[in-house]
C-alpha cells in the first residue's frame, strides 16, 4: 500500500508539472472538471501475465457506440452476435468458445442467468461506464473470486467512481441523446459526499426507438440468378426500457472499503424475427425485469493477508408472447432467482510469492409457466460450488508465474446425467528479458468446464436433457512491447507513445454445445457437435502522437484471424468446416483527432472502421449456407467548453456513413445510415 501511495503521489506531481508547463492559462473552472478524467494510463505490460484489452476515460466515451456491446467490437478475437436496432439481443463470443465461456462482471461480481447461459450486453449503457476490460485466460491477479478461475474469457465492467476536489459535496451531470427511429435516450446521475469517506451515486436513464428502419432484402441463387430484391421497413423493433442505479461507497484507512450496489432494469420490446419467405412483420413480444443488490468488502491485515466478501442476490423475470399462427404460439414467463457468496483470502509470504484461497457458492432457481402448453408452474434448482487454490512468483523483474486449480461442483435434481465434481488447472507465465525494455513474452495453459443451462436442457419443445458439459483447453502465447517518447516540456514539443501486442492461440473443446435460432428468435436448437478445434491470431496496437499547439491523435488497430473446425466424425459432411457464424478474418480501425485551448475547451473527430469477413450460418459450409462480408464506417464530432460554473459536451455521430446492407445474423437485417446527437452538461 506505500508503494501505491508512493506512485499515485509521483504521477500526480508529475502531471501537475506538465500542465504547469504547458497549460498554465487554464482557468480554475477546466482544473476542477479534469480531476474526473485523471486515470494512470501509461500501466506497464508487464504488471499484467496477459495483457487486457481495455476502453476507458474519454476514449470510452468518445466511442460510435450505445451500450456495452458497441463497444466491445472494436476488442480483437470478439465476436458479436446482433440482431440489430437499439432493441436487439448482443451477446458475446472471444475466440469462438461461445458466449457461456465468457463470463461478465459489472463491478467485480458476475452477472448470472442460469437460464440460457447469456448475458444481454445491450441493456448495459456506455453513460454510466468507467471502463470495460477483456482478459483471455483470465485476470493476472490472483486474489480473486473463485468463479473468476472458471471461464475461458472475462469481461469486466466498472461503473463511474465520484472523485470530490476539497469542499465538493455534489456532482450532478445530465445528458439527452436522440437520432434515428426515433431514439430518445435521457439520462441523469448524481454524486453526493456524504462523509470524507463515504460517498453516494445515482444514475438512471430511459431509452426508447420505434426501431423501424429501412433495409434492403436481396439474395442471390447458387446459380447467379437474383431470386428476390426489394426494400422494406424493419417493423416490431420497438423497446421501452428504463434504467436505474444507486451505489454507496466507503473507504477507510488506508487499506480498506465496502461497496454497495443496486440495479434495475425493465424493458418492453418487440421481437422483429427473422425475415423469411416475404415476411415482414412477427408478433413476438418480450417483457424484462432484471435486479440485483450486491456487496464487496476488502480489507488487508499486517501488509500481508487481505481478505474479500462478495454477496449478491438477483431476481430476473421474463415473460415472451408470442400469437402468430405461422409459428408456435407461446405465452411464458419465467422467474429466476440467484444467491451468490464469495469468500477470498491471499497471503503474501514472500515478498516473491503469493497464495490465495477462495470459495463460492451459488444457489439458482427458475420457475416456467407455459399456459399455451399446458404445463404450468415447472420449477428447476441448481445448486453449484466453486473452490480455488493459487499461486504466483515473481522473480525479480524477469519472470512471473502463476498456477491455479478449480473444483466445479453442480448438483441439479432435474438432470438426466450425473456430473462429478471437476477439477480444471491453469499455468501462467510472463517473461521480460530485458528490465529497461517494456517487452513480455507470456503463455498460458488453462482448461474451463461450462455445464448446460436450464434452457439447454429442459425446453419442452427444443431443449436436449441429454446434452455433455463441455470441457474446454486453451493454449496461448503472446508478445507484447510499448515504448514512450513523451518527453514534452512545452505545448510545441512533439511526443509519442505506442503498445504492440500479438497472440496466438489453440482451443480445443470436446462435447461443444452449439445453439442457434430455429423459427423464433427467443427459442434456440441446442446440441453437442463433439469436438472443435480453434486455431487464431489476435493483433493489437496502440498509438498515442502529442503533436503541437496542443493536438493529440489517437489510434487503435486490431486484428483477428480465426479457424474454428467441427472435427468430431470423419463421415460428416461438415467435418472440417468453418462452424456456424465464425469468420476468418474481421478487424477494426479506430483513429481521434483531438484538440485542447488555452482555456480548457476540447474538439475532436472520431472515425471508426470494423470489418467481419466471409463465414457460414450452418454447419456445412455450402453456398446456400454462405453469409457475405460486411464493413461499417463510423464517424463522429464532439465539443466541450466551460461555462461557469458548468461543463458543456456536445457530440454529433453517423454510423454506418455509406449506409451498406449486412447482417450479422443471416436474415436479421442492420440499420443502414443512422445519426445520433448528444447533449450533455456537468456540474
Partial sequence: MKKRIFFILVFAQCAGSVFAQSEAEFDSIYNRFQIEEVEVTARALNKDIIVPQTLKGEELQRLNALSVADALRYFSGVQLKDYGGVGGIKTINVRSMGSQHTAVYYNGIQLGNAQNGQVDLGRFSLDNMEEIQLFNGQKSDIFQSAREF???????????????????????????????????????????????????????????????????YRRVLPNGEVAYDTTAVRQNGDVNAVRAEIGLHHYYRTTGFWRVHAYNYYSERGVPGAIVNNVWKNGERLWDRNSFVQAQWQDEWFNRWSTRLLVKYANDYTHYQNYDIKLLPSNNEYLQQEAYLSFANKVQIFNWWDMSVAYDYQY???????????????????????????????????????????????SNQQSAISVQPKF??????????????????????????????????????????????????????????????DKRQTTNDFGYELSFS?????????????????????????????????????????????????????????????????VTNPNDTYYGH??????????????????????????????????????????????????????????????????????????????????????????????????????????
Avoid at 380 to 405: C, I, P
Avoid at 453 to 467: C, H, I, P, R, V
Fill in 424 to 485: 480444471t488447472p491453469g499455468i501462467f507465465a510472463s517473461f521480460r528479458p530485458y528490465p529497461k525494455i517494456d517487452l513480455s513474452l507470456n503463455a498460458f495453459y488453462k482448461q474451463s468446464y461450462r455445464y448446460p443451462t436450464f434452457n439447454d436442457l429442459y425446453y419442452t419443445d427444443l431443449g436436449n436433457a441429454n446434452l455433455r458439459p463441455e470441457l474446454a483447453r486453451q493454449h496461448s502465447v503472446e508478445v507484447a512491447y510499448r515504448f514512450s517518447n
Fill in 150 to 216: 472458471g471461464a475461458a474469457g472475462n469481461v469486466y465492467l466498472t461503473t463511474r467512481k465520484p472523485y470530490f476536489l476539497p469542499n465538493e459535496k455534489v456532482h450532478v451531470h445530465a445528458q439527452m441523446r436522440c437520432g434515428s427511429f426515433a431514439l430518445a435516450n435521457p439520462n441523469v446521475g448524481i454524486d453526493v459526499k456524504l462523509t470524507d469517506g463515504l460517498s453516494l451515486t445515482l444514475d438512471a436513464e430511459y431509452v426508447y426507438s420505434d426501431g423501424k428502419y429501412p433495409f434492403r
Fill in 364 to 410: 439458482n432457481t427458475l420457475k416456467r409457466d407455459e399456459w399455451v402448453s399446458g404445463l404450468t408452474d415447472q420449477r428447476f434448482d441448481r445448486h453449484s460450488h466453486w473452490l480455488s487454490a493459487a499461486t504466483a512468483f515473481n522473480v525479480k523483474e524477469y519472470l512471473r508465474l502463476q498456477a491455479s486449480v478449480l473444483m466445479t461442483s453442480i
Fill in 578 to 683: 468453418q462452424i456456424p457464424y465464425i469468420p476468418w478474418h474481421s478487424g477494426s480501425v479506430v483513429a481521434e483527432l483531438d484538440w485542447t485551448s488555452k482555456r480548457g475547451d476540447h474538439y475532436g473527430f472520431s472515425y471508426s472502421f470494423i470489418y467481419v469477413g466471409e463465414r457460414y450460418s450452418q454447419q456445412e459450409n455450402i453456398i446456400y449456407n454462405y453469409v457475405q462480408p460486411w464493413y461499417t464506417h463510423d464517424l463522429s464530432i464532439y465539443g466541450e467548453w466551460n461555462v461557469h460554473p458548468c461543463r458543456l459536451k456536445a457530440n454529433i455521430e453517423i454510423n454506418n456513413l455509406l449506409g451498406q446492407d449486412y447482417e450479422v445474423i443471416q436474415n436479421y437485417p442492420m440499420p443502414k445510415q443512422n445519426v445520433r446527437c448528444t447533449l450533455a452538461v456537468k456540474y
Fill in 502 to 566: 500479438a497472440s496466438y492461440y489453440y482451443n480445443r473443446v470436446t462435447d461443444k454445445i452449439i445453439a442457434y435460432p430455429k423459427g423464433q428468435q427467443f427459442r434456440w436448437t441446442m446440441l453437442n457437435l463433439g469436438t472443435v478445434k480453434i486455431n487464431g491470431v489476435d493483433a493489437k496496437a496502440d498509438m498515442s502522437f502529442y503533436l503541437p499547439l496542443r493536438f493529440v491523435l489517437r489510434s487503435r488497430l486490431g486484428y483477428t484471424y480465426q479457424k474454428a473446425i467441427d
